[in-house]
């Protein structure tokens, strides 16, 4: 089977990521790298490919197969139609775009020239997403309640939120676009569309001007009621990174969830998938004892199996797991969330995207 070639566009974290798992693929390579910074020539030097300081100059004179799009969110949707209108199919990390109607205007644009058109929520190709949402079913567990936290603390030093980073002091750059777009995939495809959601948010700890800690109910469309907890400046080994055992960059704890999913017949901890569930409905009572147990799950990164998928994509021979409209409803939901917080009212997500 001959590589696929991938472009990469932004050499900044989560664009080097895509770059070394590219390298370690076996049905894609690394065609280009887009940016203009040093460390993009380094990169591109390394691994012995030519860099280019826009996606039009890359387009012009090497069109690749397919396109990565890891720059900042400002950038998104005109370079994503810039590609759409050369036909490469694009993977375009998240958000999709600054605002609910960019990112429309880039998922029409896909949809009218037929170009495959990818967000990056890589965590639904994590196999302990598909295993988790098949247990979450309706069948198995009829409405009811599901916590999630996101908490964790990112680093003051290390240059996250200065010099080039200091948009990530500002609003759009916080937990709520940046962190909580991730998990509302997440729900969305565990347990079903979000109707309405309620937010409080608070920046009291690092004293940006985005939020730091916010703390989110949330109303499914099948009558589930969620409660989130998410913060960026918590000390706390319940993030995903450090529990779902599938990024040797974080420190993991194997024994600590980051949700709990409860429904009418019982619990279930993810990522450590330990079940406790009532065995006969007859037996559903605080008086009576769970039968315990853990369902299996294979661990491994969501990043690379999320660029095998895309190459398949491109090859024409599935359809995008998460495609543009996954990605615009979940910048729907997050808008809403922000909308929230700043209004102290609950916000309505109709299903439109």
Same mark, same amino acid.
């Given at each position: 089977?001959?590589?696929?070639?991938?472009?990469?566009?932004?050499?900044?974290?989560?664009?080097?990521?895509?770059?070394?798992?590219? !390298?370690?693929?076996?049905?894609?390579?690394? #065609?280009?790298?887009v940016?203009?910074? =040093?460390?993009?020539?380094?990169?591109?030097?390394?691994?012995?490919?030519? %860099?280019?300081?826009s996606?039009?100059?890359?387009?012009?004179?090497?069109?690749?197969?397919?396109?990565?799009l890891?720059?900042?969110?400002?950038?998104?949707?005109?370079?994503?139609?810039?590609?759409?209108?050369?036909?490469?199919?694009?993977?375009?990390?998240k958000?999709?775009?600054?605002?609910? /109607?960019?990112?429309?205007? %880039?998922?029409?644009?896909?949809?009218?020239?037929g170009?495959?058109?990818?967000?990056?929520?890589?965590?639904?190709?994590?196999?302990?997403?598909?295993?988790?949402?098949?247990?979450?079913a309706?069948?198995?567990?009829?409405?009811?309640?599901?916590?999630?936290?996101?908490?964790?603390?990112?680093?003051?030093?290390?240059?996250?939120?200065? !010099? =080039?980073?200091?948009?990530?002091?500002?609003?759009?750059?916080?937990?709520?676009?940046l962190?909580?777009?991730?998990?509302?995939?997440?729900?969305?495809?565990?347990?079903?569309?979000?109707?309405?959601?309620?937010?409080? /948010?608070?920046?009291?700890?690092?004293?940006f001007?985005?939020?730091?800690?916010?703390?989110?109910? %949330?109303?499914?469309?099948?009558?589930?009621?969620?409660?989130?907890?998410?913060?960026?400046?918590? /000390?706390s080994?319940?993030?995903?990174?450090?529990?779902?055992?599938?990024?040797?960059?974080?420190?993991?704890? !194997?024994?600590?969830?980051?949700?709990t999913?409860?429904?009418?017949?019982?619990?279930?901890?993810?990522?450590?998938?330990?079940?406790?569930?009532?065995?006969?409905?007859?037996?559903r009572?605080?008086?009576?004892?769970?039968?315990?147990?853990?369902?299996?799950?294979?661990?491994?990164?969501p990043?690379?199996?999320?660029?095998?998928?895309?190459?398949?994509?491109?090859?024409?021979?599935?359809?995008?797991?998460?495609?543009?409209?996954? !990605?615009?409803?979940?910048?729907?939901?997050?808008d809403?969330i922000?909308?929230?917080?700043r209004?102290?009212?609950?916000?309505?997500?109709?299903?439109? #995207?």
């Amino acid at each position: 089977m001959q590589k696929v070639r991938i472009a990469v566009a932004g050499a900044g974290m989560i664009g080097l990521r895509h770059v070394e798992e590219i !390298g370690r693929s076996r049905s894609a390579r690394l #065609a280009s790298i887009v940016d203009f910074t =040093p460390k993009a020539a380094e990169v591109a030097r390394a691994a012995g490919v030519p %860099l280019y300081g826009s996606v039009e100059k890359m387009l012009a004179k090497d069109r690749p197969d397919g396109a990565i799009l890891a720059t900042p969110n400002a950038l998104h949707v005109e370079q994503g139609l810039a590609c759409v209108a050369a036909g490469v199919p694009t993977l375009v990390e998240k958000p999709i775009g600054r605002t609910y /109607a960019d990112g429309l205007r %880039l998922c029409e644009a896909a949809e009218r020239a037929g170009v495959p058109l990818l967000v990056g929520h890589h965590r639904r190709h994590s196999p302990s997403c598909t295993r988790r949402c098949a247990w979450c079913a309706p069948a198995r567990w009829a409405a009811g309640r599901r916590h999630r936290q996101r908490v964790f603390y990112k680093p003051d030093s290390e240059g996250y939120y200065d !010099g =080039p980073n200091e948009w990530r002091r500002r609003p759009g750059g916080g937990p709520i676009l940046l962190n909580m777009i991730h998990e509302v995939g997440n729900l969305r495809a565990m347990v079903g569309e979000i109707v309405a959601v309620q937010a409080f /948010a608070s920046n009291a700890t690092r004293g940006f001007e985005v939020e730091d800690t916010v703390a989110i109910n %949330l109303r499914f469309a099948n009558g589930a009621l969620g409660a989130f907890l998410l913060s960026d400046t918590a /000390a706390s080994p319940k993030s995903w990174e450090q529990t779902s055992q599938e990024n040797e960059a974080y420190t993991t704890y !194997g024994d600590e969830d980051a949700y709990t999913i409860i429904g009418t017949r019982g619990s279930l901890g993810v990522p450590t998938m330990r079940l406790k569930v009532y065995e006969r409905d007859r037996d559903r009572s605080w008086f009576k004892p769970f039968a315990c147990s853990t369902v299996p799950v294979e661990r491994q990164d969501p990043l690379a199996l999320q660029i095998e998928h895309f190459a398949a994509v491109i090859r024409g021979e599935v359809p995008p797991l998460v495609s543009g409209r996954d !990605g615009l409803q979940n910048l729907r939901i997050t808008d809403a969330i922000v909308e929230a917080a700043r209004t102290g009212r609950s916000v309505e997500t109709p299903i439109q #995207a």
